[in-house]
């Protein structure tokens, strides 16, 4: 299964996500929108936890673009400016999923630092939103289009690195 071998690599410093292919060569690289607080392991902290992960699920294949997840399921709303003015205070997670798990214990696995407990995604956000700077609470934000080219390109458990 040749999606298996691809790998991605998030750059905190350069709010930048990689899909590198089997030969650790760049396929293609996205602007993203990692977390307001920095970088952290912490439940409760609103960080975006570093280490290496694995996508432990992709979640929303065949949905339509812009539809809004709670819990990781369709609303049954798609996300529009007016939607998003009336309810300013919700962290939209749109269109795609992809749910991060933890590879090390004691470090981003397992007690008060699981990544995969703490809900730590790759999803897409509303258009609005600003990529390139931190801005989430902890997930790790793209645009809907990129975030549906990334989701047809990987498979679950695909390997996920997120460098400071």
């Given at each position: ?20 292919n ?18 952290g ?81 790759i ?27 990334l ?14």
């Amino acid at each position: 299964m040749p999606r298996m071998e691809k790998k991605i690599r998030i750059s905190i410093s350069d709010q930048s996500l990689e899909l590198l292919n089997k030969a650790g060569g760049l396929e293609r690289r996205y602007a993203i929108s990692t977390a307001a607080n920095g970088v952290g392991e912490a439940n409760g902290s609103y960080c975006t936890p570093r280490g290496r992960h694995i996508v432990r699920a992709k979640i929303g294949a065949g949905q339509p673009e812009n539809t809004v997840f709670v819990r990781r399921r369709p609303t049954g709303e798609i996300y529009t400016p007016e939607l998003g003015a009336r309810f300013p205070e919700r962290d939209w997670i749109l269109t795609r999923i992809l749910w991060l798990s933890g590879c090390e214990p004691g470090f981003n696995r397992l007690g008060e630092v699981d990544t995969m407990r703490r809900f730590i995604y790759i999803h897409g956000s509303p258009d609005t939103v600003a990529m390139g700077a931190p801005g989430s609470h902890g997930c790790v934000r793209m645009r809907n289009a990129d975030v549906m080219d990334l989701f047809e390109r990987v498979a679950a458990g695909t390997p996920v690195e997120i460098v400071a």
